[in-house]
């Protein structure tokens, strides 16, 4: 199964617009969109697009439960657990449940068939609609410590057809990696400050490494001194919108409404942001199409 266009927002730091971005680019595009919240430690994307939600399924893992009357402690699950999950100590199998990724693998080893899997609660995911688009998110349970496995469930709720908006974790860590494997253009957006300048530097190299091809959106424009702008000509990367400092659309913002909506000026803003998007999704082939349900993204 294939999708339109699989287009990941991303930031190299939080609280540079990136779920300001990604909404109203969902809402301009309207029944051709599906916008999916890959944040699932903090999702937010609700919040602004009050989806109806249509359906809540557990997401769980497989963990190793060991039968302590056929286990012979040989040792060959620890060996072979590369997260060390599970480690036998003399008489004792000790497993660690929240580091298992659920491979699988210690009772595929086992020779006395002493390890079987049991479901372990790791989050939810949700789906439903607003105004006629799609709408998806993961929720991890609080205290878990791995974000990226119900990453990857919920980019798989990607339907057919749809252009599809992923709104993905802030930073660098393995949960963006996660979020933008396969996909087909990334949109960064950041800030001309210090801080931003310097995160961006770090997400251009993840994108680089995945090989992605990327623009730009800068936030709070009228900050810059010149040398976000010198930096995008010297490396090549083209800015397919500016915001400015805006108090208004801070206000909006924090009372979850959509710029498009708050201030239509920018509808048209947003409306050419999408046309741009996709005429470079087309233009690049896309390259991550098709990736983004596969069961290793």
Do not use: W
Not at 155 to 179: E, H, K, M, N, Y
Request: aromatic share 4%; charged share 25%.
């Amino acid at each position: 199964m294939k999708t339109s266009s699989v287009i990941a927002v991303a930031s190299g730091k939080g609280g540079t617009g990136k779920t300001l971005v990604a909404t109203n680019l969902a809402r301009v595009l309207g029944e051709r969109a599906q916008i999916i919240d890959c944040d699932v430690e903090e999702p937010n994307v609700h919040l602004f697009l009050h989806p109806t939600v249509e359906t809540i399924t557990p997401f769980t893992l497989p963990v190793p439960e060991v039968d302590f009357s056929k286990c012979s402690f040989c040792g060959r699950c620890g060996d072979v657990c590369q997260y060390k999950a599970i480690v036998v100590v003399g008489k004792q199998v000790l497993t660690f449940r929240e580091l298992c990724h659920g491979c699988g693998a210690c009772s595929l080893v086992c020779p006395e068939g002493a390890i079987r899997e049991q479901p372990r609660l790791v989050g939810v995911l949700e789906e439903g609609r607003f105004d006629g688009a799609l709408y998806a998110a993961g929720r991890l349970r609080i205290g878990e410590p791995m974000a990226a496995p119900l990453i990857k469930a919920v980019r798989r709720l990607a339907r057919d057809g749809r252009t599809v908006i992923l709104d993905a974790p802030p930073g660098t860590s393995c949960p963006v990696v996660a979020s933008l494997k396969g996909v087909d253009l990334c949109l960064l957006v950041t800030e001309p400050t210090p801080f931003g300048i310097n995160d961006l530097m770090l997400a251009l190299k993840v994108v680089e490494y995945l090989g992605l091809p990327h623009a730009l959106v800068i936030n709070r424009c009228d900050l810059s001194n010149g040398e976000l702008e010198e930096i995008c000509k010297r490396r090549g990367i083209e800015t397919l919108m500016t915001l400015p400092q805006d108090r208004t659309i801070a206000e909006a913002y924090s009372r979850g409404q959509l710029i498009v909506e708050s201030h239509p000026p920018y509808r048209k803003s947003f409306e050419s942001l999408a046309k741009d998007l996709l005429l470079m999704v087309e233009r690049n082939g896309g390259k991550g199409r098709g990736n983004l349900l596969g069961k290793n993204p």
